[in-house]
């Protein structure tokens, strides 16, 4: 049997083993009994509403990563990629463009059999625990505005990658690595003004308390915004978040309308206190850094597989081609993306008690971020308890309760 085939089915089978015993594990490490310091915060009903929705939520993940591992295996051996090539061949054209018909081919019916159960999760699952806002207009047009953007952004980069591992011989992927490079940094600034608004609306935030304690905030930082926004979170979810996005003068803070509903202007101003943290101490450019690095380590470790005839094989293909390899070189790499994603999440973790560090000693107190940490919490029933094997291996953010320990401590 082919080496590249045993490999790929074994990762694929490994990878959801190990994702089944961590969702055990954490389902186990539940416990009726209310932590301490949500004494309070929570009634035993909607403690235990909390857990179940952990349960509904993983039981759901587990039945359809096991759906999609049949179907990705079934597809493989069966020679569902072959006959995809076959058909983009057919149209006729040259490499590259017969390439992006084959990706966009791939992608959309990808995306269109993930369809059903991303409604089951929004419609009903969220839904039942009263998270829910998404109509079905909503949840139709976001799909619909996905595929263009795919198709707007995704297909000119593969195009752009196809041509220079074509024409720039053994340095290609050296020019790959720039020209993604360049369009990671150009997005960052684009996407808050332009990507991001077609899926939200976002609008300055009114002049008031709020507004003023938060422009006092920054001012006291040394901190130039180009604005402070509202989104509508609410248009699709009662859950709550808030984000530092953008660079220069696209620098902006936005705030879900849910999370001004259901917090003070002290919880609200700790949280972007939190935000901005991130920003001060650099944790954005950090991550952005280890984002180029292993895009430069993938694309390098690609080039060493291009055009291989036995790792077309493991696929069934009758033809090799550079369009196909970059699509099975996605399960080879898989590994190795696992551990950068672990290393990944421990510096995350790392950067949000910097951050929560920072919002601590630049605030009155570490209380209003302490309260908000715990609303939060309870408003989204996030889940007090994680196994830490899911922690380690999945978590970029630590768990709620080793956060708020680490903030009485600066206390």
Known sequence: MNGYLIFILAVLILSWLLDLALEILNLRAL???LPAEFQGWYDAG???????????????????DTFFLILTVAFILLGGFNFADGIARSAGFSEIPTGLLFAGMLILASDIIHIPFSAYATFVIEERYGFNKTTL????????????????????????????FQKAGPLAW????AAVTVLQIALMFIAPAVIMPLFNKFTPLADGKLKGAIEGYARGQKLK?????????????????????GFGRFRRIVLFDTLIEKHSVEELVAVLAHEVGHYKKRHILRMLVMSVATSGVMFFILSLFLSSPSLSAAF????TSLYATLFFFGFLYAPI???????????????????????????????????????????????????????????????????????????
Request: aromatic share 12%; proline share 5%; charged share 20%.
């Open 46 to 64: 909607k403690y235990a509403n909390s857990q179940q929705y952990l349960r509904d939520t993983t039981i759901f993940g587990c039945i359809t």
């Open 337 to 411: 993306e696992m551990l950068i994603g672990i290393g990944a999440n421990i510096l995350s973790r790392r950067h949000e008690f910097e951050a929560d560090e920072f919002a601590a000693r630049t605030v009155t107190s570490p209380e209003p971020l302490i309260t908000a940490l715990k609303k939060l919490s309870v408003d989204n029933l996030s889940n007090l308890t994680p196994h830490p094997a899911k922690v380690f291996l999945e978590y970029s953010h630590p768990p709620v309760l080793e956060r708020i320990q680490s903030l009485r401590r600066l206390a």
């Open 137 to 164: 207009k909503v949840f139709i047009f976001d799909h619909l505005k996905g595929w263009l953007l795919a198709a707007a952004i995704g297909g000119p980069v593969l195009a752009l990658v196809l041509w220079f």
């Open 31 to 33: 416990k009726p009994d």
């Open 174 to 177: 050296l020019w790959c690595w």
């Open 225 to 245: 915004l180009q604005g402070i926004f509202t989104m509508d979170g609410s248009r699709r979810s009662t859950k709550s978040n808030a984000f530092f996005t």
């Open 316 to 319: 069934r293909m009758e033809h």
